[in-house]
């Protein structure tokens, strides 16, 4: 099983600035089989990046993915109010069961 | 519009059981795959089960292989989660989630609650 490790746990910043986030695998994720999501309390979680580098419709170009083989990033360029929320990495390489990091929880500071 | 919504679940006492529905609108659901993903309270997300477009391949975490059952209905677009044996780790938010091809999740559901406690 491929396991996922996100940093920083916890990443605090103000509205307009950058966020970089961490995905680290255990194994290398062969093909960039790679997503993240935003989770917002109370809603559903959203696709922003898939394949590691695409981001999904209607998502801005604030955000990019980045990466390969175990080592993975999202930046977040230029923080909106909604962007403060949990962010989590899924790895789709192997056959599921799916993997998802822990998560990052970004918050206002 | 894409859209997936659940229905089911609530409150149920440990080693019983409950029944997650998923109602699917606006793709062709006999060509996705389609999962479940829960999450815990205070917990991230852990993927479930999943299942090919036509049924035949079936997938579980570990944690509920063997007590739950995933299975859909093309002919009514709709998918099931079938869980017994429930225990209080079961205790979760559900999300019923389409597949976007290659594995990602570009659907969700807004989710169903289910709660195992005595």
């Known amino acids: 099983e491929i396991v996922l490790t996100q940093s920083p746990g916890t990443l605090s910043l103000s509205p307009g600035e950058r966020a970089t986030l961490s995905c680290r695998a255990t194994?290398?994720?062969?093909?960039?089989?790679l997503a993240w999501y935003r989770h917002k309390p109370g809603q559903a979680p959203r696709l922003l990046i898939y394949?590691?580098?695409s981001r999904a419709t209607g998502i801005p170009d604030r955000f990019s993915g980045s990466g390969s083989g175990t080592d993975f990033t999202l930046t977040i360029s230029g923080l909106e109010p909604e962007d403060f929320a949990v962010y989590y990495c899924?790895?789709?390489?192997?056959?599921?069961?799916?993997?998802f990091g822990q998560g990052t929880r970004l918050e206002i500071k | 519009e894409v859209q997936v919504v659940e229905s089911g679940g609530g409150l149920v006492q440990p080693g019983g059981s409950l029944r997650l529905s998923c109602s699917a609108s606006?793709?062709?659901?006999?060509?996705?795959?389609m999962h479940w993903v829960r999450q815990a309270p205070s917990k991230g997300l852990e993927y479930v089960s999943g299942?090919?477009?036509?049924?035949?391949?079936?997938y579980y975490a570990e944690s509920v292989k063997g007590r739950f059952t995933i299975s859909r209905d093309n002919s009514k677009n709709t998918l099931h989660l079938q869980m017994s044996s429930l225990t209080t780790e079961d205790t979760a938010v559900y999300y019923c989630?389409?597949?976007?091809?290659?594995?990602?999740?570009?659907?969700w559901g807004q989710g169903r609650q289910v709660t195992v406690s005595s």
């Open positions: 194994q290398s994720v062969t093909g960039n089989f």
């Open positions: 394949g590691a580098s």
């Open positions: 989630v389409k597949d976007g091809y290659r594995g990602w999740f570009d659907t």
């Open positions: 606006g793709f062709t659901f006999s060509t996705s795959s």
């Open positions: 899924q790895q789709y390489h192997t056959a599921p069961p799916y993997t």
């Open positions: 299942i090919s477009s036509n049924g035949r391949a079936t």
